[in-house]
């Protein structure tokens, strides 16, 4: 890829990080959203400088005031808030899934999804985590990690399918 074209594509990526934030299904104390599957699809498909480019321009969105957050949120209190473990393994989630990628993890249905489940089960383990600090770690678990379980084994999959689809559309841009 060229020059020019990693930092517009993370652009596209930080934007569809917006728009997977606002498809939720309310829930407390925290919303599912398409983020993560966005997340991931930016790391495996960009690689993980990139994927993490794609996911600071996000946060960066974010933190400026953008109400590009699950539900409107912005500014810095979802960064100390109750997502934000959520938030900060943004990057690391996206990074690994660039370097699962860059080392064929993400080839073939069973292993791919196996380790994109992995990584969803980060972003649920550090959102969990300090969710914990919040509201006790039994709350946490109930509240911000066990329903979104389902969830992520489905986006999982999703991530698959979708950069298959990538793939074929761009074979040169192997992460």
């Not at 993890?105 to 992995?118: E, F, I």
């Amino acid at each position: 890829m060229s020059a020019l074209t990693r930092p517009l594509l993370a652009l596209a990526f930080a934007a569809l990080m917006a728009l997977g934030a606002q498809i939720d299904v309310p829930m407390h104390p925290v919303p599912m959203t398409m983020q993560s599957f966005a997340v991931l699809l930016a790391g495996a498909a960009l690689g993980p400088t990139w994927g993490v480019v794609a996911v600071v321009i996000y946060l960066a969105a974010a933190a400026s005031g953008l109400p590009v957050l699950s539900e409107g949120a912005h500014g810095f209190a979802p960064f100390t808030g109750a997502t934000a473990g959520y938030i900060f393994a943004f990057p690391i989630a996206a990074a690994l899934a660039g370097l699962a990628a860059r080392r064929g993890l993400l080839d073939g249905w069973l292993r791919g999804a196996a380790t994109l489940l992995a990584l969803h089960l980060l972003l649920l383990g550090m959102g969990g985590g300090w969710l914990a600090t919040k509201i006790g770690a039994a709350d946490a678990w109930s509240g911000g990690v066990q329903p979104f379980l389902i969830g992520a084994a489905v986006k999982s999959l999703l991530v698959l399918a979708a950069l298959e689809g990538w793939r074929r559309l761009t074979p040169q841009s192997r992460a």
